[in-house]
Every structure is written in structure tokens, then in C-alpha cells.
């Protein structure tokens, strides 16, 4: 979930600061339809590596993804994000290079400072991850306290198409050092261990710089407490198993351009 620093009146787009969300920056179309207020958002993003969860979908290279979404005032989101991938199963010719998300939630305003958010992501691949199928779904619940504290579940019931059921966990946490500085910070608790075999925790903090209303950049320490994996010693690998690759003691850079 983003949090955009607007709001809608009146039919028109009012900004307050270029601070909008961690690696997330959005310059808001608002459209009037039927007497309805709707708000388009994209980026395209370049990270020194895609991270997810204490694990890299990309080996620890740098990626390029996009993502373009819709918002209105009734709390409905909506939209799709791209991203190559790469995981550790190189050898397999019909391993998947591209990941395509679509989401779908809405939120809901329960006080003046708390928000709610209910949520579902299905994850298509153009290939075969460790010589698997993998596409998948998952779905979200999450609470947003104002702008600075958020706290999220997630329940995949077949990730990766392992049958193994994976929870995650995360409390988030956001500060604005300046107009256009930003400091935030994550902790999360993955409960993976059918497809992992273990479940761990994994954590990230980092400085956002709003360099412009459509630019920023964001350098960001990632840590997780995911052991490796015991390789064979012949092939270098678990055979078809799920071992995506750690990445403890790690810093990523990422910059946005958004539209």
C-alpha cells in the first residue's frame, strides 16, 4: 500500500509535500467521471536488486520494474506491476525472467487517524521456477496509523505452487526528516517453513530523498535471519527444490521516476 500525500477536493488535485511513500513516486492524474474523483498513478523503477522478503528474485542484480495503478474516493485501488526476475535455477532453459503482479483492494477509514486495507495480488511468471510452475495468489489485511505506522499480513495458501502455505508479517515505520527526506524502516516475520523450511525474520531501514515531484532515491539496509541452503556437491543445487538465494548484510539502491 502507498501513501500519497494528496488529497482530492472539490474535483481538484491538491498536493501538500513531494514525500510520498518508501521507493514510491507518484505525480496523480485526476480525472471527474460521474460525479466521481479518480486518481491514476505509475513509476518506473531501477533496483540494484530485487529483494523480497529477505530472499533475491534476481541473484542480486539490478532490475527494472514498472507499475501503474487507480485509486478513488470510495477506497478502491487497483493495478499491475512488472519486474524481471532470475532466480538461483539457471540451469533449466524455461526458467521464468519476467514477473507480472495484478492487485485488487479497498480501504477503509475506521477513525480520523486509522485506516484499514483488505487486499489480493496474483503473481504470473513467463516461466518455470526451479523447474515448477509458480504462479500464485495472496491476500492482504492490513492497519495504517495516519501516515508514519502500518502493520500487515499476508496469507499465500500455495506460493510458488509448492503446496506450502507461507504468513508473513510486517510493521512498518516512516519519518519525515525534511520537506523532502524521508527515514523508514521494517521488520517482518515470515512463518515459511513449508517452503523454506524455516521461518525467520527479516528487517530493512533506510533514507528516501525526494529529489523532485516525479524523481527519487532511496538507499536502504536489508538483513534477514534466513539461513543458507546445504547445495549438492555434484549439480550446485537442490535438484527441483525452492532455495532462492538470502541476502543478509546487504544494501539496496533503488531510483523512481514517476508519472
Known amino acids: 500500500m502507498y501513501f500519497n500525500r494528496h488529497d482530492l477536493i472539490n474535483g481538484r488535485c491538491i498536493r501538500r509535500k513531494p514525500i510520498t511513500a518508501i521507493f514510491f513516486v507518484s505525480l496523480p492524474l485526476c480525472l471527474w467521471h460521474s460525479e466521481v474523483m479518480a486518481e491514476w498513478h505509475g513509476n518506473i523503477r531501477l533496483l540494484s536488486d530485487y529483494i523480497h522478503r529477505g530472499y533475491s528474485k534476481?541473484?542480486?542484480?539490478?532490475?527494472?520494474?514498472?507499475?501503474?495503478?487507480?485509486?478513488?474516493?470510495?477506497?478502491?485501488?487497483?493495478?499491475?506491476?512488472?519486474?524481471?526476475?532470475?532466480?538461483?535455477d539457471q540451469p533449466n532453459n524455461d526458467r521464468a525472467e519476467f514477473e507480472a503482479r495484478l492487485y485488487l483492494g479497498k480501504t477503509f477509514t475506521l477513525t480520523e487517524d486509522l485506516r484499514a486495507e483488505l487486499s489480493a495480488s496474483g503473481y504470473l511468471f513467463d516461466g518455470k521456477i526451479f523447474d515448477h510452475d509458480a504462479d500464485y495468489a495472496e491476500v492482504y489485511a492490513a492497519l495504517h496509523y495516519q501516515d508514519w505506522l502500518s502493520l500487515r499480513v499476508a496469507i499465500a495458501p500455495d506460493a510458488y505452487q509448492r503446496n506450502a502455505n507461507v504468513l508473513s508479517y510486517e510493521l512498518n515505520y516512516r519519518r519525515d526528516l525534511l520537506d523532502n527526506v524521508q527515514f523508514s524502516s521494517g521488520l517482518g516475520f515470515s512463518q515459511a517453513s513449508q517452503l523454506l523450511e524455516q521461518n525467520y525474520f527479516y528487517w530493512n531501514a533506510g533514507i528516501s530523498w525526494f529529489v523532485t515531484s516525479y524523481l527519487s532515491l532511496d538507499l536502504r539496509y536489508v538483513d534477514v535471519a534466513l539461513s543458507g541452503y546445504q547445495l549438492e556437491p555434484i549439480t550446485g543445487t537442490r535438484n527441483q527444490e525452492f532455495y532462492p538465494r538470502p541476502q543478509d548484510n546487504n544494501f539496496q539502491f533503488s531510483l523512481t521516476l514517476g508519472f
Open 58 to 88: 534476481s541473484r542480486g542484480n539490478p532490475v527494472v520494474q514498472a507499475q501503474f495503478g487507480y485509486q478513488n474516493l470510495a477506497g478502491w485501488f487497483a493495478g499491475a506491476q512488472t519486474s524481471q526476475v532470475r532466480f538461483d
